[in-house]
T-cell receptor
Framework: DAGVIQSPRHEVTEMGQEVTLRCKPI?????LFWYRQTMMRGLELLIY????????DSGMPEDRFSAKMPNASFSTLKIQPSEPRDSAVYFC???????????FGPGTRLLVL | KNEVEQSPQNLTAQEGEFITINCSYS?????LHWLQQHPGGGIVSLFM???GKKKHGRLIATINIQEKHSSLHITASHPRDSAVYIC????????????FGTGTRLTIIP
């Protein structure tokens, strides 16, 4: 298996632009997690899905952030409009219901100028 | 005060030394995770614990629920163990939300 796939790996954009981050979980995994990592705040859970349904989105910073999981093999995290304080590494992870381990993708490094 | 505290923040040791990283938390939890973040940024889940002890190779993780404390031990440390080790807890039951510590940066010198 290729593991969790994220794209793009790097994104540089200007303030105000829309940013879409993509994640393909490991096949057969029922839960998908979006995390953000910054120097100031460390790792934070933004949202997680189980069987494509959002379960907890309390970590989503504000209305500028939205996440979708239209099917079991794909999820997006969208920021519109982006701001410099959104600059961070965004990780996606997946886990199967019967398992303990979350498998992390390589992350998307986002820089908003 | 953070819900999850790790110590030390930074640790440098010689190859072969026994390493201990500590994690204390202030809330009731259903499980605790130890993660490893490599210098390149990749994150690997090492353990999930709800009680007792787990061992994988040279890594050992323990948890004391009553004392709200967990430790990660590395025996016969090696330079390739150099990474940031992150403790994370699932507070309460019935959800998957992880709350993270700030990490311990471990450097093993050959």
């Amino acid at each position: 298996d290729a593991g969790v796939i994220q794209s793009p790996r790097h994104e540089v954009t200007e303030m105000g632009q829309e940013v879409t981050l993509r994640c393909k979980p490991i096949s057969g995994h029922n839960s998908l997690f979006w995390y953000r990592q910054t120097m100031m705040r460390g790792l934070e859970l933004l949202i997680y899905f189980n069987n494509n349904v959002p379960i907890d989105d309390s970590g989503m910073p504000e209305d500028r952030f939205s996440a979708k999981m239209p099917n079991a093999s794909f999820s997006t995290l969208k920021i519109q409009p982006s701001e410099p304080r959104d600059s961070a590494v965004y990780f996606c992870a997946s886990r199967e219901d019967s398992g303990e381990t979350q498998y992390f993708g390589p992350g998307t490094r986002l820089l908003v100028l | 005060k953070n819900e999850v505290e790790q110590s030390p923040q930074n640790l440098t040791a010689q190859e072969g030394e026994f390493i201990t990283i500590n994690c204390s938390y202030s809330v009731g939890i259903s499980a605790l995770h130890w993660l490893q973040q490599h210098p390149g940024g990749g994150i690997v889940s090492l353990f999930m614990l709800s009680s007792g002890k787990k061992k994988h190779g040279r890594l050992i993780a323990t948890i004391n629920i009553q004392e709200k404390h967990s430790s990660l031990h590395i025996t016969a440390s090696h330079p390739r163990d150099s990474a940031v080790y992150i403790c994370a807890v699932i507070a309460g039951f019935g959800n998957e939300k992880l709350t993270f510590g700030t990490g311990t940066r471990l450097t093993i010198i050959p």
